[in-house]
């Protein structure tokens, strides 16, 4: 029987991307032990978390920066393609 | 202007915190992004973590060709990840956005004491809390496993095939629906565990790797005491229904809550509609 909808995304990771996932299903949360800052070390997280938070999080500082947060949006929509982190129909907020 | 003729290397900033507290240590032994070794630089009661990095791959046209090419890009935000992590485990930090260079250490001074007030309001928010991420997926591939009707026997392939369709189409519906309301109760679940709320825009393209359709993807500021309620309050949210999937990621440094929120109640800076 055919379960594939064209709508599936494929799961594929870029070269050199890590594969293992830090994101954990809610069910699997208990067994992870203490949730204590302990857990950070040695974590590898997916890309895409990391970049969601170090792309469009973490303090913007403007002034005497040399390469300013223009710029990074800028660097960033040229990514567009491969991230894709923007819905076509609204615009980067950053 | 100070007189930057001649130097070979700029500042890059991973991260604002507090003196006299262990980002004073400058963690000996462990290297920013291009190698450096990491530095402090402090102004008041403010200290900035940074490295010293080359002018040619750090300055506009460098961090550019770095931030075009993958490869080059998850290699500086995992160097600067880790940085960030280093120091956000002995104290509370402010991390800064990716490739936050100055061209010296007088102007990170200037900026530090500059914006001082709010770092310090922004440090005493972020205090003993951490970043959850929830992302919420929609999967119709696994709804339409127990969606499947009853096959009669006598059907020709041409309506059984029909028939599929109808069905995938209807399971496809239904679990986008239960993603979105799963993805609603959420807040309410957490709501008296969380000191602010952002919402990333939905994971697509190559790099989301989860099963599915990513939905919903947002940033819950978690007292560090409330982790584990939090954990359990979402605890066995989307089980039960088939095409949605939940999944939490973290304890992350406080990235998504590093800016003053913009709305009174906490909102996010970013928030925008899903």
């Known amino acids: ?94 | 202007m100070t007189s930057d003729a001649g130097t070979s290397s700029m500042v890059y900033v991973y991260a604002v915190g507090r003196a006299g507290t262990p980002l004073d240590g400058a963690f000996p032994g462990r290297t920013g992004v291009g190698d450096g070794p990491l530095r402090t630089v402090r102004a008041g009661a403010l200290v900035a973590l940074v490295s010293s990095v080359p002018n040619d791959s750090f300055g506009a046209d460098g961090l550019k060709a770095q931030m075009e090419d993958l490869t080059r890009l998850e290699v500086l935000a995992r160097t600067h990840h880790a940085v960030v992590e280093a120091a956000y485990e002995s104290a509370t930090v402010l991390p800064m956005r990716l490739a936050t260079v100055y061209l010296d250490d007088a102007r990170v001074t200037a900026m530090l004491a500059e914006r001082e007030e709010e770092f310090r309001d922004l440090l005493s928010r972020l205090e003993d809390h951490v970043e959850l991420g929830v992302k919420v997926y929609a999967d119709p591939r696994e709804a339409v496993v127990t969606a499947e009707p009853e096959e009669e026997p006598a059907m020709s392939p041409g309506r059984a095939y029909l028939r599929q369709r109808r069905a995938q189409r209807r399971s496809h519906r239904d679990s986008y629906a239960a993603a979105g309301a799963i993805a609603a109760e959420i807040p309410v679940r957490v709501a008296g565990l969380v000191g602010g709320r952002v919402a990333h825009r939905p994971q697509q393209g190559d790099l989301a790797q989860g099963a599915g359709e990513n939905i919903a993807n947002e940033a819950y500021l978690v007292p560090a005491a409330h982790v584990a309620d939090f954990r359990g309050a979402l605890t066995g949210l989307g089980e039960g229904t088939p095409g949605v999937r939940v999944e939490i990621t973290g304890p992350w440094a406080p990235y998504s809550f590093a800016t003053p929120p913009q709305a009174p109640e906490g909102e996010g800076t970013d928030g925008g509609p899903r």
């Open chain 1, 1 to 94: 029987m055919n379960g594939e909808l064209s709508t599936a995304l494929p799961s594929v990771g870029f070269a050199g991307t890590p594969t293992r996932n830090s994101g954990a299903p809610v069910g699997d949360s208990r067994d992870s032990g203490d949730d204590s800052i302990e857990s950070l070390a040695g974590r590898q997280v997916a890309l895409i978390d990391l970049l969601d938070r170090l792309l469009t999080g973490g303090a913007v500082l403007t002034g005497d920066l040399v390469l300013s947060v223009a710029d990074v949006d800028l660097v960033h929509i040229n990514l567009r393609a491969v991230i894709r982190s923007i819905t076509p129909d609204e615009p980067a907020p950053w």
